[in-house]
């Protein structure tokens, strides 16, 4: 499992012209929240999902060092296939180590779901959708975490 972070100090998600998940994190009183990008592949389980949400949740990249834990710094969550592209050979990706649709969109659930139970203000994206995402990336600051 893969996710791409972005410290961010606003994100929001539109699919079909309407918002579906936005953060705002000034209006929780802190600078910064997190758009995370979340992939899946084969191998990953829900204890995978979980332990990757804990990770996202409680790595340093706020600002004085602090974690989203640390701010209760809101996160939005969205699924992105493309993170396990395979581009080594030719000019055309390949997908095949992205899990298909009906094992990812499960182990994405469990990962926001494992970080609103870890007490994240958590919104996402829709899965399988066209999806265009608004971001103020601060910083900035982009990180990849592979679990």
């Known amino acids: 499992m893969r996710a ?4 961010v100090s606003s994100a929001q998600v ?3 012209d309407q918002v579906v998940g936005r953060i705002d994190p000034a209006a929780h ?3 910064h929240g997190l ?3 979340v992939g899946v592949t084969h191998s990953d389980t829900e204890a ?3 332990a990757l949400a804990d990770k996202v949740w409680r790595l340093r990249i706020l600002d004085g060092e602090r974690s989203a834990a640390d701010l209760h710094a809101p996160i939005l969550v ?3 296939f493309t993170l396990y592209a395979d581009t080594r050979k030719g000019r055309r990706p390949s997908w095949s180590a992205a899990a298909p649709g ?3 969109e499960p182990l994405v659930d469990v990962f926001a779901q494992a970080l609103r139970e870890l007490g994240a203000t958590v919104a ?3 899965f399988g959708a066209h999806m265009h995402i608004d971001l103020v990336n601060d910083g900035p600051v982009t990180v990849l975490l592979e679990l």
């Open 35 to 37: 758009v995370a990008l």
């Open 29 to 31: 009183g802190v600078p």
């Open 102 to 104: 009906a094992i990812a």
């Open 78 to 80: 969205v699924s992105q």
């Open 48 to 50: 995978t999902a979980k």
């Open 4 to 7: 791409l972070l972005q410290r």
């Open 124 to 126: 996402t994206g829709r």
């Open 14 to 16: 539109t699919v079909d």
